[in-house]
């Protein structure tokens, strides 16, 4: 990168909670978001633990004020909350000149449409969420209702779909073609997903146990978490509290399988590489990893062959957060943002919860308990079907 | 460049009646082996084999990166997926059209093929998928990030979808009827910093907006951006298709450049999120010719020297589009 790029607000909604200080406070106190099943109906409902936010979506919607004939997806209601807290702290509403918004999503609006398809050929007032049903329209609404009027879009690369936003956000102030960005996703839980997880037997029953020889698979999550990127330019001109700054990034390909990661994990290896290059650091000067880690044996076995051929012996303290939030799909690399600039700003990492045995790919076992250290610089991974990799580097605002 | 869709731009070609019409049907054995073809979707062999048709023209080996653009994604096995978990008890249900269903399979699929370890990307921003992963593409080749990137725009009909989208008034049923005929296609190209004596154009610039609430200042400054003025462009290609509601959101593009030769394309390969990548080759093969074919004309001027062309794109008010291309 030419130059790091400031964050200035940041946004999320999780199991965790809504908020950034309730999302904080679980990590510190190491209380998981995972639960049964409740908004949803499925069959698989008593045999899965899901992240789920705990508001139905008119509970989402009438906290925003907004009517309740509207025709918003979860996806969106989720993301419009998240959005709002990132614009707050940053001290913008979202119509400001050369503010553009980056948005991605795997479900769409996919969980309206799963409710609704199959009466829209006699309920006029149900074909209000036809549209919905496009991950583009999303982006569009969320846009709309904070007067977002300039560049918005949408990207969808699976479970890495959110590092793809920021690292598109970070060209677009660099190119000048911006001043100010927020990026992130949002994806909500949806029957389409869980069965598909579930289709392809990657779900666990239990508690998913990130990085431990004896883990059975993730759990889903649902959430929406959003950054705000500044251009040194505008900072100059309107001085502001910068929490972090994104310092690198990196994206490859596995090019292995449409859904398995490659046992030597090639596409997560060459991602961060591409990022600690892009940083201008050494593996020696990541303080913490936070980890793609989703519990499955595939992604934990090749991202630790990965981390282990990148950092060798001296591998820095690493952990999945996946076990409070669940795996939340396109917004995971968005919420795991919003970790990594909490560690950095708290100077603390946080806990790999429901570990017990180390697996053979790795020589240490993840951070364990709430520890203060120095954090200067964070690398978050993220990986999805498709072999699409992604990588992070978050540095410490001095 | 290669393309695919319901109809290759010809003179002989002809306006889509109402409906939804079909990509044609290619050798698609010739460049997918058969043994992976089987397993693909009709968006994801489109996307496949024009990818690898580009590739192909293109005198590079291999490119840095790929990046795509789909409005809809595999739509076909995701509302194949969607159908099992939503007719039955959720009882027989099968993973393999869920793992094809994500909007990232044809940039994963194209990865796969060709060994590419490079950055891959998929945009899923409605109409305008196509122009931003020309946006993006253009600003990793301008900053040195990547130096070849393989782009392209694919999406697919799902009878399903259509049906739906024919209940809230966009697919046309009839003559008359709202809505407009609908198409499916994929378009790819390559992009590189190279200069090459068979480079087809040089791509200058791209722009997005959602929203156009003044769009001639939008269309100035981006063009003084790049040094130019309206005037100088020889040529522009409208994104207008046949639906009422839609075309109200063009008209005040039309009146500013109505000193211009202006082309469409839509009235031949239909509308689809990507079908903004056939204006494209449309407006590469008028470079090509160096004359705007009879059935792409939209106000009968001719042009004289086509040197530059203006394409703008949007879809029922959202998604607009500015993509600027000069002959090399």
Sequence with gaps: ?398 | MHSLGVQDLSDTAQSLGPGIHFSKEVAFKDVIKSGSLRRMSKGVKMGMYAGLKALESSNLDEVDAIVTGTGMGCLLDSDQFLTQITSGSESFVTPTSFIQSTHNTVASQLALYTQNHGTNLTYVNGSNSFEMALLDALCMLKSGEESSVLVGGVDEISPMRMKDLERIGLVSTATGSSGTPYGEGAHFLVLSQEEHAENLAELVSVTLFSQATNLNLEIDSFLKREGMSLEEVSAVVIGINADAVDAVHYASFIQYTSKLPQMHYKHLSGQYDCSSGYGLQCALDAFKSQEIPAVLSFNQLKSVNLSSILLYNQYMGGYHSLVLIKTC
């Design chain 1, 1 to 398: 990168m030419n130059s790091r790029i400031a964050i200035t607000g940041m946004g999320i909604i999780s199991a965790l909670g809504e908020g950034q200080s309730s999302n904080y406070d679980a990590l510190i106190g190491q209380r998981s978001g995972i639960s049964k099943l409740e908004n949803l109906s499925t069959v698989l409902a008593d045999r899965i633990l899901v992240g789920e936010i705990k508001k139905t979506n008119d509970q989402l919607a009438m906290s925003l004020n907004i009517d309740l004939s509207h025709g918003y997806s979860r996806t969106t209601l989720l993301g419009m909350h998240a959005v709002k807290e990132a614009l707050q702290q940053a001290n913008l509403t979202g119509n400001e000149a050369n503010l553009g918004f980056i948005s991605s999503t795997t479900v769409g609006g996919m969980d309206t449409t799963e409710k609704y398809v199959l009466t829209y050929a006699e309920s006029e007032e149900n074909q209000r969420f036809i549209s919905a049903h496009d991950a583009g329209v999303s982006t569009r609404d969320i846009a709309a209702f904070f007067g977002i009027q300039g560049f918005s879009t949408t990207l969808s690369t699976a479970c890495s779909s959110a590092a793809n936003a920021v690292m598109l956000g970070a060209r677009m102030l660099q190119s000048g073609q911006l001043d100010r960005v927020v990026v992130g996703g949002s994806d909500a839980l949806s029957k389409f997903t869980i069965n598909g997880f579930n289709s392809l037997m990657i779900l666990s029953d239990a508690l998913c146990a990130p990085f431990d020889s004896n883990r059975k698979g993730l759990n889903l999550g649902e959430a929406a978490a959003y950054i705000v990127m500044e251009s040194e330019r505008v900072l100059k001109d309107q001085p502001k509290k910068v929490l972090a700054y994104l310092s690198g990034y990196g994206n490859a390909n596995d090019a292995f399988h449409q859904t398995a990661s490659s046992a030597d994990g090639t596409g997560a290896y060459l991602a961060m590489n591409k990022a600690l290059n892009s940083a201008s650091l050494s593996a020696q000067d990541i303080d913490y990893i936070n980890a793609h880690g989703t519990a499955t044996p595939n992604n934990d076995a090749a991202e630790g062959t990965a981390m282990r051929r990148i950092f060798d012996l001296n591998m820095p303290k690493y952990s999945s957060t996946k076990a409070y939030t669940g795996h939340t799909l396109a917004a995971a690399a968005a919420v795991e943002a919003v970790f990594s600039i909490l560690a950095l700003q708290h100077q603390v990492v946080f806990p790999n919860l429901n570990f017990e045995v180390l697996l053979d790919e790795l020589a240490v076992p993840p951070v364990l308990e709430v520890e203060k250290c120095t954090v200067d610089h964070v690398l978050s991974n993220s990986f999805g079907f498709g072999g699409n990799c992604s990588t992070l580097v978050f540095s410490r605002n001095e």
